[in-house]
């Protein structure tokens, strides 16, 4: 962002101040990490009764299937699909279930469609020349690995608040190359927007250069409200067959941040052209998924309440820290127009964006003052953010405590960052 | 295998009885499952402890990691690794521990070398022309499966009784198309023979074209004894590297015949420079694998004397379950040279080369009985055996009786299919 100048004698105070508060800041010998969305440990808390499950003797599936043993339906336990199909918004024969990261069957489907080709195409995508996805930023950084990884070309596209610039889109996907989309719909990774209606209506309606272009629809905070008020989605799978597009999304979710990171089920719901290639695809790979905790899932979550149950828990202990970063930098930035931030109604992170040309700076001085932050640039595709602004936030981890003194730590750096730069501007 | 012909009236007669034998048997209503190598009920449940592991509130690694959440070594739990440092020959920096199946470990790096290339080769395996692995006939049709998936073209090498043959393995390595090699050393599948040391040996220093040579030695039966014979194989990963060959062995094993068949761990052993890139390419696709799972898996087996008495339990159900198919097959059989059949000392499966022509029509008369074997042929690349002689019977499943039952059905099977071939040629 651009921020409208302060008057020499004031942004002098201002930096001097900034000085003063970032020497007692660095004083305070903090050592906080705020790089990952990561659950804290009371959130893991919440489900450490799936610890002692299936419990001994109680491992038959509904169907009567032993869980313990090899085969059963690749797709999953169909007790655990049906438990997810409200989150995914599609019946239980329109999802599968893997292990524990939904990233894995994002980059299954990817390196499958390279040396495979997908329903509807006429060709693996990496027979022919470098194929392009389309990035709305900032984004997922562990989606744009997986194209640089693959030598997929990423063009970033502007997210505009309620979703990505469709004008763009729609433009760019004419391109025959342009075979996939990264979208991060609801609650979004970092800037927290949730897409409107009509931006979904044009993803799922709009004319593409490539018949089998996809869109990778990680609906990863689909249930991780922060507010009494729950953002809800159109559903995408429904309107792109409506528009005659079906085989083109892929809704990606996993219970990483809603039971165990560590020990959680990724989820795809998509066509049934696209569930029966990727059964396909998998079986070669593995003869099925870990079904004992499938069956951990369903008798620890037991149906959709269950789920909007634990997740109120969940919003219990992460509201407070949403709030702590929005009360610190509202106290040292409001009315500066040196950074602006986003206030999510849920998700797990706070995106920053700060005067062009200071992010890296703002890292660099929080890591002195012993908070961590991601590097900035992670946000965009080649870890390059052409002007230098956004800094992604996640406050999950820490106490909230700790989350509140790291906010006001960083707002000190913006200060201190912006301050600089400006006055470096003004001299020149 | 051919068969010295019987007078015809003696096989008129032999042809006659088989004829009677199976009518009877196919009035005896059978309905048994012998295709695939699934641990029983019964094995199963000697692993049933894990179901309640690893106990609410005990969910620390030993290094203080919490296993509940995101992150922690991409290669697994330091623990985990140590517990199966014997088992896996090799000390716990070069094992890597993924989900619940090693056959997707051996998947991914073929798909990583496909589009990535590996360390010491020059280009992505799939940059150049089609490349070509060697697989000892017959072996495990999964590992085929991947090699028909992605196009690498498949060259059989008959196997001896202790290996396959080596003098033409060392000449189809010499040409640099030939970038692979599948081997189960150990109790092969479905052979049952175990590599002796000098064709080990001959695998670690043979001369290859290709300078990115891979042997994949998937050393499923590793503890899979069945008598108290425990055949032991030579470390091809330290005889490799002796030879100045240290990235050629891939070294994988799981736990799905150990543990829980859905619920395992599978595992890979390499050089430091495999398995860094292999974690550097398996970054990209997870953060990492389910650490809860390995957790379980070192609080109920604890260590490698803890493996070696599970295994113990499970020879005791399984070998009962062989002696019954040797039984059987010797009763009948025996002396006729119409079958010769393995009398393994341990892993999952009995091998039988039926006389040439024959073993199709065996698979098709036993489905005529209710007895289910897999398909005649699926034990060779592209499920083609050019002699149509090998069967692979999986006795591991179903409880003793049935399989004794299932294996004089079997020994009817063949003796009415040859006994009938045998017929026919004579007659032409």
Redesign the interface.
């Known amino acids: 962002m651009h921020s409208p100048r302060p008057r020499p004698t004031e942004l002098e105070a201002r930096l001097e101040r900034a000085k003063t508060d970032f020497a007692r800041l660095c004083r305070a010998g903090l050592k906080i990490d705020m790089t990952?969305g990561?659950?804290s440990?009371a959130q893991?808390d919440l489900?450490?009764?799936m610890?002692?499950?299936?419990?001994?003797?109680?491992?038959y599936q509904a169907d009567g299937g032993?869980?313990?043993?090899?085969?059963?339906s690749m797709q999953g336990l169909p007790e655990a699909r049906a438990l997810f199909a409200r989150v995914m918004g599609a019946s239980l024969e329109r999802i599968l279930i893997g292990?524990?990261?939904s990233?894995?069957l994002m980059?299954?489907y990817i390196?499958y469609a390279?040396?495979?080709g997908v329903p509807g195409g006429w060709a693996p995508w990496?027979a022919e020349g470098p194929i392009t996805f389309l990035c709305p930023v900032p984004g997922y950084d562990?989606h744009f690995?997986?194209c640089e990884?693959?030598g997929i070309q990423m063009v970033a596209v502007p997210l505009t608040g309620s979703g990505p610039d469709m004008d763009v889109v729609e433009r760019l996907v004419l391109e025959p190359s342009v075979r996939g989309m990264w979208c991060v719909p609801k609650y979004s990774n970092p800037t927290g927007e949730t897409y409107s209606d009509e931006v979904i209506q044009r993803i799922a309606s709009m004319s593409t250069g490539a018949a089998d272009f996809r869109v990778f629809w990680d609906n990863a905070y689909g249930v991780h409200h922060l507010t009494e008020h729950r953002s809800e989605i159109a559903n995408l799978l429904h309107l792109s067959q409506q528009a005659g597009h079906p085989d083109r999304p892929l809704v990606f979710a996993s219970t990483?941040k809603i039971t165990?990171?560590?020990?959680g089920l990724g989820l795809l719901a998509a066509s049934e052209a696209n569930i029966a290639w990727f059964v396909a695809?998998s079986s070669?790979?593995?003869?099925?998924?870990?079904?004992?905790?499938q069956l951990r899932h369903v008798r620890f979550l037991r149906d959709h309440n269950g789920i909007e149950g634990l997740m109120a828990q969940h919003r219990k202990l992460l509201a407070p820290k949403f709030k702590a970063v929005e009360a610190a930098f509202a106290r040292r930035l409001q009315g500066t127009n040196f950074a602006r931030w986003s206030k999510p109604l849920g998700g797990y992170f706070v995106s920053v964006d700060v005067h062009n040309g200071c992010a890296m700076r703002v890292v660099e001085l929080a890591k002195q003052a012993g908070i961590l932050l991601v590097p900035a640039g992670q946000t965009f595709p080649y870890r390059r953010d052409p002007n230098d602004s956004n800094l992604r936030i996640a406050p999950s981890f820490p106490e909230v405590e700790q989350v509140a003194a790291a906010a006001e730590g960083i707002a000190i750096c913006i200060d201190y960052a912006v301050a600089e730069r400006l006055s470096a501007d003004g001299k020149i």
């Open positions: 990952r990561k659950p440990p893991l489900s450490n009764a610890l002692t499950l299936p419990g001994n003797g109680d491992f032993d869980t313990r043993n090899y085969f059963g292990n524990n990261s990233l894995a980059h299954d390196v390279l040396l495979k990496g562990r690995a997986i990884e693959y990483s165990f990171g560590g020990g695809r070669k790979r593995t003869i099925g998924p870990d079904k004992l905790n």
